[in-house]
């Protein structure tokens, strides 16, 4: 069925990039999105890349796209205290649904 | 403003009971969701309906219920049913239908002891 894996965690230091990266099964996927969730809180919509596409670059914020290793990743460039957060990628599968990682917790040490 | 609210934030029930979470968005949006988050987890898809009065289950629609009598509003009824019911639950809703990007609610978090 389909899957999506993210590594749990990674640890960067503040001005530093972070790269969170994310696998996925479906090779039908048609957009693949990028989700933010500070703590207790909803989960909010950072970017999104139409499965066409091998990049898209929004302010610090660079979304790389493998489509043939099935391979999406998030960078953020000169990382903030306020980046820290739990990062999730999801795609639109062939279902219909949004099927979600388990999520990566970025913590940005000052 | 626009936005999807969820309330209570917290919620406190014996084993047993059944509880009732809502959610309502002024979005004008037609299609929500309910996914329940555990940690270290992604989220889980509990039900989702695509327009008034009709909802399908998700994956783990097991020991929950919900209606969709409005646009605006999904409430979801977690029941005595459903075996693990303290979770973080989250609603979201989305403006063409269940493929394009779906905007969330701030969750409810549901502690049952």
């Known amino acids: 069925g389909e899957d999506v894996e993210q590594s749990l965690f990674l640890s960067v230091r503040e001005g530093d990039s972070s790269v969170i990266n994310c696998t996925y099964t479906?090779?039908?996927?048609?957009?693949l999105y990028w989700y933010k969730q500070e703590p207790g809180a909803g989960l909010q919509l950072l970017t999104y890349i139409f499965s066409n596409m091998d990049m898209k670059q929004d302010q610090r914020l660079t979304v790389l796209l493998n489509k043939k290793d099935k391979h999406l990743s998030l960078r953020i460039a000169d990382t903030q205290t306020g980046d820290s957060a739990i990062y999730f990628c999801a795609e639109a599968g062939n279902t219909g649904k949004l099927i979600f990682g388990q999520g990566t917790t970025l913590q940005v040490k000052p | 403003d626009g936005g999807i609210t969820q309330s209570p934030k917290y919620l406190f029930r014996k084993e047993g009971q059944n509880v009732t979470l809502s959610c309502e968005q002024n979005?004008?949006?037609?299609?929500m969701y309910w996914y329940r988050q555990d940690p270290g987890q992604g989220l889980r898809l509990i039900y989702y309906s695509q327009i008034v009065n009709d909802f399908q289950k998700g994956d783990i629609a097991e020991g929950y219920s919900v209606s969709r009598e409005k646009k605006e509003s999904f409430p979801l009824t977690v029941t005595s049913a459903q075996k693990n019911p303290t979770a973080f639950y989250l609603c979201a809703s989305s403006p063409e239908g269940i493929v394009s990007e779906q905007y969330f609610g701030p969750g409810t978090r549901l502690t049952v002891t």
């Open positions: 979005l004008n949006h037609d299609a």
């Open positions: 479906d090779s039908s996927s048609t957009y």
